[in-house]
């Protein structure tokens, strides 16, 4: 998410990108746009305001990556990046002063900031408390209506579940593979009539996330109105429907925006030049050609996006051979419990910048002027309990970039 969104506000600013990197990680993305949810975490603390939210996280913990980001930089850099969202037919539907509530596919309820179209009427069903009907289809591993239901009893008395065998399809079924058929009118019209004939005088419908892939808006409109009431998609389990379409937008829309995108892609090999500048090998295998650049933004990601490797002797950073914030020794790496409420000490690993986001030596100084970090390489923030992730991602992209265009002719 750091990467595409650098790559975006790279090119509004006139800036001749490239971009690498492995973007299938998007495909594990939820679809949601997080802010800030949760402060302290050994708390568990629930923000309704998420600027209230990330005002206290700053006082507590100002080495926290948004401590470097003023308020209006990020209500930039978000708008930005959701007006380009929805410029690519994926719009978001947004509360500016608060978070909303989502159903998770467990059955809990996850503060955020921002959620597709396709999501917001179960934000109203659930604020309403509304007769709604959740279904699920048989066969679709990980996702269950009962539980969601059981679950959110105690909350929501009027929900209803009920399974659905999937028009032409059987076995186990996976959700990319719905939601490709869901592209199709004719698949939108058998589901639409087997929906209808179960809805017994509720208000709302809830389907798992599946309705369309590259066609997600039309899809959802037209299943909509076939079957007659507002419906929403409720979030999956990674690999999610939701976050494959991010990636396809960002795919289809980036190389029209000017930058040229090698996705399945890696640097083996970074060289800083005396002018300043950088020369990278990259390949898919091996090292194929070299590319030159002025300024850099790394956003690789923390282990799972190979940014970060941990092996017996700590934590490196992979690229550059920066220095890597990370607790003492290995001992400080987890606590004895996997669910400990204060985190673990290696979820705060990362680099640390300067106020212009460059990373820092171990004397305290930017290691190279022309190097910025974005997303969730950055060190002193738990971006998965914090429900921060998208939110930091998009922002740190927008200040990176920032600072990185300041002295480009």
């Not at 680099?351 to 030596?361: A, H, I, K, S, V």
């Amino acid at each position: 998410m750091g990467g595409a969104a650098a790559a975006f506000f790279a090119t509004t600013r006139g800036i001749d990108t490239l971009q690498v990197g492995m973007i299938g990680e998007l495909n594990y993305a939820s679809g949601l746009i997080d802010l800030l949810g949760v402060h302290p975490i050994r708390d568990a603390q629930e923000w309704e305001d998420p600027w209230a939210g990330i005002d206290n996280l700053v006082k507590d913990c100002p080495l926290h990556p948004y401590a470097k980001l003023n308020r209006e930089d990020i209500r930039t850099a978000l708008s930005e990046f959701l007006s380009f969202l929805a410029s690519g037919a994926l719009p978001y539907a947004v509360l500016p002063q608060r978070n909303v509530s989502v159903i998770t596919p467990a059955g809990t309820l996850k503060k955020t900031y921002a959620v597709p179209e396709t999501m917001k009427n179960g934000i109203r069903a659930l604020e309403e408390k509304a007769p709604c009907l959740v279904f699920d289809f048989k066969g679709l591993k990980g996702f269950s209506s009962r539980q969601i239901v059981e679950a959110l009893r105690t909350k929501w008395q009027t929900l209803r579940a009920c399974r659905l065998t999937f028009p032409d399809a059987g076995g186990e079924l996976f959700s990319e593979q719905l939601a490709r058929r869901l592209d199709r009118p004719e698949t939108r019209m058998q589901l639409a009539t087997a929906v209808r004939e179960q809805i017994r005088g509720e208000a709302f419908v809830g389907l798992p996330a599946v309705i369309g892939l590259y066609r997600s808006g039309e899809a959802f409109e037209d299943l909509q109105r076939q079957i007659g009431l507002p419906i929403f998609e409720i979030p999956l389990l990674p690999p999610s429907v939701a976050g494959i379409r991010l990636r396809h937008l960002f795919e289809q829309h980036l190389p029209v925006r000017g930058v040229r995108i090698f996705s399945q892609h890696r640097v083996f090999d970074a060289e800083s030049l005396g002018n300043g500048a950088f020369r990278f090998q990259v390949g898919s295998e091996t090292p194929q050609f070299s590319v030159q650049a002025k300024k850099v933004i790394l956003a690789s990601g923390r282990f799972f996006g190979k940014g970060l490797f941990a092996d017996r002797k700590g934590i490196r950073e992979t690229i550059f051979g920066l220095p890597v914030y990370q607790p003492a020794d290995r001992s400080g790496w987890h606590r004895k419990r996997l669910l400990d409420r204060n985190g673990h000490g290696i979820n705060l690993a990362g680099l640390e910048t300067d106020e212009l986001l460059r990373p820092l030596g171990i004397d305290g100084k930017p290691v190279f002027s022309a190097l910025h970090v974005a997303g969730s390489i950055l060190a002193h923030q738990d971006w998965v309990r914090q429900k921060c992730g998208s939110g930091l991602a998009i922002a740190t992209a927008f200040a990176a970039v920032r600072a990185a265009a300041m002295d480009l002719a």
